[in-house]
């Protein structure tokens, strides 16, 4: 669905193609120990021409739990000569368990370890490219880094069921990558992420869409291609927008003139474009709200395959008080077994999104209270015994973390926060996915009384992903009863103060993937 892709080749070709086996440890089910997963497994491998990373090619002091998810690339060193580089996932084991304690071994750290080579064959250590902080089962898959066009360094790993996404700063003779900023890339089902450098030098990324539909005979989808882009209202974030290529498989257009919804009312996108195929279509949704004095629960909800069935994807949308903070903080420690003191700010509890645990729950929960402008501590808890729910609780005024206060399961992370005023005040709109995650979009004002969000939205059969103000915040899903092509908008909240306005363009998809495709790949 994604070959798109025939039009974003690899750059710089590498002719001729070299084949490269990269040692990867696993956690066994026998005895807690490790697996090699290579070829010829890396007995008598170092003074032979096998290409294989093995244990002996990292140091003892990195602690490793295991290796892989690699990610390689090629760059001009100081001779003028090609010098390769592997960087691979791994997680560092406590001191008292030892090195290849194991890929989901407790309470391990994420890191992330560099290879070079000058040949693709004898491979030598570089560097912990990063380390973050001990954590329950923590570890990097799947990283991806390369260069921003201001100089900094963008690195992006999975964790938690999520991409997640730093800026910094590259230490070009340690090779040690420094955070400065991070964010996370998608809510929703869009994992195990990398990226290329095409030749138009944009940066392009494509996913794993994991998903299994019972009686189906395919399991799993390729995302969107994705251009991968600095913020450019607030340079310490990313933009994941669609790539620009996507538009070339637009059919019929179909244009829903501006419409203005009041309290209850809504639009039934799937009746009124006749003729429109909603389940291979891409949708491209303004909604606006007028200013008035914001109530609590004004919004409107988008519903996407099965209507408001809460099937498929809803996004809802929350103006948000124009004085609100715009959501830049320092970072800050996350403590593991310590809960937090301190009345409760915002709506919490907030209940998460299904999926996300641990460190990467409690690091979506520090952002929605730095999103919170009377927000100075946080608290996230895992689901409890017999339960399935997350909670993420906000906390403001006098209070103080309190180390060890979960018990003994030790299921809840806490921290504290140093917010940072902005430059200028945003007109924020909360973006909700599934009644879950809500995120601050920064809202575009269009005069003193309007502010707005444009959603663009892809549908292609069971799989949908929508970016929100050109790729600020991404959402990707499966609705497993893709037959019920319903796309509707929909006024909520309180009788009186709602005045959304809908502007809608949308289009037919044709098949990326041709017959001429599929002849030359087979």
């Given at each position: 669905r994604a070959a798109i892709f025939a039009s974003v080749p690899v750059y710089p070709p590498r002719h001729p193609a070299v084949g490269l086996s990269v040692w990867f440890t696993e956690d066994s089910s026998l005895e807690g120990g490790w697996e090699v997963y290579d070829a010829g497994g890396c007995a008598g491998t170092m003074s032979g021409n096998s290409g294989v990373i093995c244990p002996e090619n990292v140091p003892n002091s990195t602690l490793a739990g295991y290796i892989g998810d690699n990610y390689a690339w090629k760059q001009r060193s100081a001779d003028g000569n090609w010098s390769f580089y592997l960087l691979s996932g791994s997680n560092k084991c406590p001191a008292e368990s030892g090195s290849w304690c194991g890929y989901g071994y407790a309470n391990t750290a994420p890191q992330a370890l560099l290879f070079n080579s000058s040949d693709l064959i004898h491979w030598e250590f570089v560097s912990v490219f990063w380390e973050g902080e001990p954590q329950p089962g923590n570890r990097v898959d799947t990283p991806d880094t390369f260069e921003l066009p201001?100089?900094?360094?963008?690195?992006l790993w999975l964790t938690g069921g999520h991409t997640k996404w730093m800026i910094g700063r590259l230490d070009r003779s340690s090779m040690r990558f420094t955070p400065e900023s991070h964010g996370y890339e998608d809510v929703g089902s869009m994992i195990c992420q990398q990226s290329l450098t095409?030749?138009?030098?944009?940066?392009?990324?494509?996913?794993?869409?994991?998903?299994?539909?019972?009686?189906?005979?395919?399991?799993?989808?390729?995302?969107?291609?994705?251009?991968?882009?600095?913020?450019?209202?607030?340079?310490?974030?990313?933009?994941?927008?669609?790539?620009?290529?996507?538009?070339?498989?637009?059919?019929?257009?179909?244009a829903l003139g501006p419409r203005q919804l009041g309290m209850g009312q809504g639009l039934n996108v799937s009746e009124l474009l006749e003729g429109l195929d909603g389940l291979h279509s891409h949708m491209r949704v303004t909604v606006s709200f007028v200013a008035s004095p914001v109530q609590e629960g004004v919004g409107a909800m988008v519903h996407v395959l099965g209507g408001s069935a809460n099937k498929g994807a809803t996004v809802g949308l929350y103006?948000?008080?124009?004085?609100?903070?715009?959501?830049?903080?320092?970072?800050?420690?996350?403590?593991?077994?310590?809960?937090?003191?301190?009345?409760?700010?915002?709506?919490?509890?907030?209940?998460?999104?299904?999926?996300?645990?641990?460190?990467?729950?409690?690091?979506?929960?520090?952002?929605?209270?730095?999103?919170?402008?009377?927000?100075?501590?946080?608290?996230?808890?895992?689901?409890?015994?017999?339960?399935?729910?997350?909670?993420?609780?906000?906390?403001?005024?006098?209070?103080?973390?309190?180390?060890?206060?979960?018990?003994?399961?030790?299921?809840?992370?806490?921290?504290?926060?140093?917010?940072?005023?902005?430059?200028?005040?945003?007109?924020?709109?909360?973006?909700?996915?599934?009644?879950?995650?809500?995120?601050?979009?920064?809202?575009?004002?269009?005069?003193?009384?309007?502010?707005?969000?444009?959603?663009?939205?892809?549908?292609?059969?069971?799989?949908?992903?929508?970016?929100?103000?050109?790729?600020?915040?991404?959402?990707?899903?499966?609705?497993?009863?893709?037959?019920?092509?319903?796309?509707?908008?929909?006024?909520?909240?309180?009788?009186?103060?709602?005045?959304?306005?809908?502007?809608?363009?949308?289009?037919?998809?044709?098949?990326?993937?041709?017959?001429?495709?599929?002849?030359?790949?087979?």
């Open positions: 201001d100089g900094r360094q963008a690195f095409d030749q138009l030098g944009r940066r392009v990324q494509i996913g794993w869409i994991d998903t299994v539909i019972p009686g189906q005979s395919w399991s799993g989808a390729q995302s969107l291609a994705r251009e991968i882009a600095v913020n450019a209202q607030d340079r310490s974030k990313l933009l994941f927008r669609p790539l620009a290529d996507v538009w070339n498989l637009h059919q019929q257009e179909y103006p948000q008080p124009s004085q609100a903070f715009n959501g830049t903080c320092r970072n800050q420690t996350i403590v593991n077994n310590s809960d937090s003191s301190g009345p409760y700010v915002g709506n919490s509890p907030i209940i998460m999104a299904p999926g996300t645990f641990g460190m990467a729950g409690a690091e979506v929960c520090r952002e929605l209270c730095c999103a919170e402008q009377d927000c100075q501590r946080f608290t996230y808890t895992d689901p409890q015994p017999g339960g399935s729910e997350h909670y993420c609780w906000l906390k403001g005024g006098a209070g103080q973390l309190l180390p060890g206060g979960c018990g003994k399961d030790g299921h809840c992370w806490s921290g504290e926060l140093v917010h940072v005023e902005p430059a200028s005040p945003a007109a924020p709109i909360r973006m909700e996915v599934n009644m879950a995650n809500p995120y601050n979009l920064s809202g575009v004002v269009i005069d003193q009384n309007v502010v707005s969000v444009l959603l663009d939205i892809f549908v292609d059969g069971a799989v949908i992903e929508v970016f929100a103000n050109d790729g600020e915040r991404v959402l990707s899903a499966v609705q497993s009863e893709a037959e019920v092509d319903t796309i509707m908008v929909d006024v909520v909240g309180p009788a009186a103060g709602a005045d959304v306005r809908v502007d809608l363009t949308a289009w037919s998809m044709r098949n990326a993937i041709t017959s001429e495709h599929t002849t030359a790949l087979w």
